[in-house]
């Protein structure tokens, strides 16, 4: 019998499928353990044929067990390079991502917003709409209130970006990132100690310790076998912890095209005096026109210029 899915769970060629509901009153709940057809497998490929959140057509067997008969073609991607002796491979993290989620804490440990600027560029050049989780604005410096951590998030809400501010320990802001993370699929980011498992634990009673645990088997070692898992929310939706961020390599973009990465320049650039300009020291640069009117943030700037040459 053929039937329509989601692959929410990947291991060792091995992928577990949420099955579409097939008639009034299936919940949809039923997972199949399924493996690829061969003719998908044919030819030498250059990335993840199947990953989660891919949308397949699966034939079940007499069994219970399953096989992939068809991909559906991914809205996009979020994807690393691999380098390998054959060549360039592309793993998918995490396909048809609605947005990918960063979380970031105000205080312990300190925020690293250099950090947070690659990741919205790596957002940005893979399509997927950031959202980002300012955490613990119980630790900002007025602890009354969190303007304090506005001071230092609140440059992203200029640009445009949508910014979420939570505390675990107040309750601020948790209704607010559930209703952002409910019914949509989620790519879950940011360094370690920002909070992650606590905010979903407290979403979602058990759900980021379910996440810690496959991201701690996904971080033990080269040679561990990589599982990489949606988990639902209740409500509906997918959220999945996608470690590897930091090692996301801009391979392919050229210093040209970040400009199309910072919001907040990619309407500028086209004012400048040259084509060519590289916002440093050209005379007519729109770029530096705008940061020394004010009109753009010096810290953006200065990451602009680090990533435009190359530097973490």
């Known amino acids: 019998m053929e039937t329509n899915g989601l692959i929410v769970k990947a291991q060792s060629g091995f992928f577990t499928v949420k099955m579409s509901p097939r008639r009034h009153g299936d919940d949809g709940s039923r997972l199949v353990v399924c493996q690829l057809r061969g003719k998908l497998k044919q030819g030498r490929p250059t990335g993840d044929i199947a990953a989660i959140g891919d949308k397949v057509r699966v034939m079940v067997l007499e069994d219970g067990s399953g096989v992939i ?39 312990h440990p300190k925020p690293k917003l250099r950090m947070l600027d690659r990741f919205l560029v790596i957002a940005e050049k893979q399509r997927v709409e950031p959202v980002i989780v300012a955490n613990k604005i119980d630790l900002a410096k007025d602890a009354s209130s969190p303007f304090d951590a506005r001071k230092i998030f609140g440059m992203y809400e200029d640009v445009g970006y949508r910014v979420i501010y939570t505390s675990v320990k107040t309750g601020a802001g948790l209704d607010e990132l559930k209703r952002a993370l409910v019914g949509k699929i989620s790519a879950l980011a ?12 407290a979403i979602q009673p058990g759900l980021g ?16 076998t990589v599982t990489r898992q949606m988990f639902p929310l209740e409500g509906g939706g997918y959220v999945a912890d996608t470690p590897g961020w930091k090692s996301l390599a801009l391979w392919d973009t050229t210093p040209e095209e970040m400009d199309a990465y910072f919001p907040e320049l990619r309407n500028l650039v086209s004012h400048c005096q ?30 602009y210029l680090r990533l435009r040459a190359g530097k973490d």
Do not use: M, W
């Open 209 to 224: 310790l379910e996440v810690k645990e496959v991201s701690k088997a996904v971080n033990k070692g080269r040679h561990t």
């Open 69 to 107: 008969e068809e991909i559906a073609e991914r809205k996009q991607a979020i994807v690393r390079l691999d380098p390998r002796p054959i060549g360039e491979y592309q793993q998918v993290l995490l396909a048809n991502a609605d947005q990918a989620v960063f979380v970031f804490a105000c205080a």
């Open 190 to 201: 940011g360094p370690s100690g920002a909070g992650k498992s606590s905010l979903l634990n």
């Open 274 to 303: 040259f084509s060519d300009c590289t916002h440093i020291h050209e005379p007519g640069c729109a770029v530096r026109a705008a940061l020394e009117e004010g009109r753009i943030h010096r810290e953006r700037y200065e990451s």
